[in-house]
């Protein structure tokens, strides 16, 4: 299994393959190779910044000469005319560079900001707002680190480092017991040792995954009533997750039912990216 900056490598790689493919024809026809200059990134919205060291990592992959001076660092609270950062070196490598990395930032920098505001509507609540598998393929890493850097949590990152017991797994195993059962015995033949979720749609459900013994049950399109309801059957013998169409507007009612988690897949979905522009100075 690749590593975090694998991933992130082999993401910067094909990146830069389909942007920049064997050189940008406007920068390498209209600007002279031994020409240096220096750029800055400049916020234009309020928000939360994030994907700065992965900038970084963009800079120092494409040419590692460029020199970046960091301003303001990950998770800041940021506001239109702030600068994030500087780069100076050869201006055909800030060129080239230049729209991967703002694609990163903003994306990243957008999905930080709406993560804050999702766990804002918690304050003073125990629950935490976490991520879904919604991501864009190939960025999960990059995405899920944004959520980190706006406050918020992850769920598992993909299908291998979690079992995520789902209503198809309950239906086509013969129910919860059958499909938890399985689970464990697949895990000690195989030397694998992770948590178990199961997803439940009534209080037959829950009794049933609680009886199995599993790490964490997932209330699926229960309303805020029937949460609170179904977290004092639980009683903490689990941890609790609130999933299925929860909105900024219902977040609240669903954490002030008691419950650990509450997974938003809109933190990534369908996300508006922070805008900002790297400009010359």
């Given amino acids: 299994m690749k590593t975090r900056e694998e991933l992130i490598d082999d993401l910067l790689t094909l990146a830069f393959a389909e942007d920049v493919g064997d050189g940008d024809a406007t920068t390498l026809s209209t600007i002279p190779a031994d020409e240096n200059g220096a750029q800055h990134l400049l916020v234009k919205e309020e928000g939360i910044l994030a994907g700065v060291e992965i900038a970084r990592k963009v800079f120092e992959k494409f040419d590692p000469s460029l020199k970046m001076t960091v301003y303001i660092n990950d998770g800041a609270h940021v506001k239109p005319g702030d600068i994030a950062f500087k780069v100076e070196g050869r201006v055909r490598s800030l060129l080239q560079t230049e729209r991967l990395m703002l694609n990163i930032m903003q994306r990243m920098s957008?999905?930080?900001?709406?993560?804050?505001?999702y766990q804002e509507r918690l304050a003073g609540l125990k629950a935490k707002v976490i991520d879904t598998r919604k991501t864009t393929p190939g960025l999960r890493v990059l995405e899920?680190?944004?959520?980190?850097?706006?406050?918020?949590?992850?769920?598992?990152?993909?299908?291998?480092?979690?079992?995520?017991?789902?209503?198809n797994h309950v239906d086509f195993a013969g129910g919860i017991p059958q499909a938890v059962n399985a689970a464990k015995e697949w895990m000690k033949a195989n030397g694998k040792n992770l948590r178990i979720e199961v997803e439940t749609r009534n209080t037959d459900e829950i009794r049933q995954a609680l009886a199995a013994g599993i790490d964490r049950i997932m209330l699926d399109n229960f309303n805020p009533e029937q949460t609170a309801e179904a977290v004092k059957l639980i009683n903490g013998q689990t941890e609790v997750e609130s999933s299925g169409g929860i909105t900024l507007d219902t977040l609240r009612a669903y954490g002030e039912a008691g419950v650990d988690f509450i997974s938003v897949g809109a933190l990534t979905h369908s996300v508006k990216g922070l805008d900002m522009s790297f400009k010359a100075c």
């Fill in 144 to 167: 899920k680190e944004a959520v980190r850097i706006g406050g918020g949590g992850n769920h598992r990152m993909g299908l291998y480092d979690m079992i995520l017991i789902k209503d």
């Fill in 110 to 117: 957008g999905i930080a900001t709406q993560t804050a505001r």
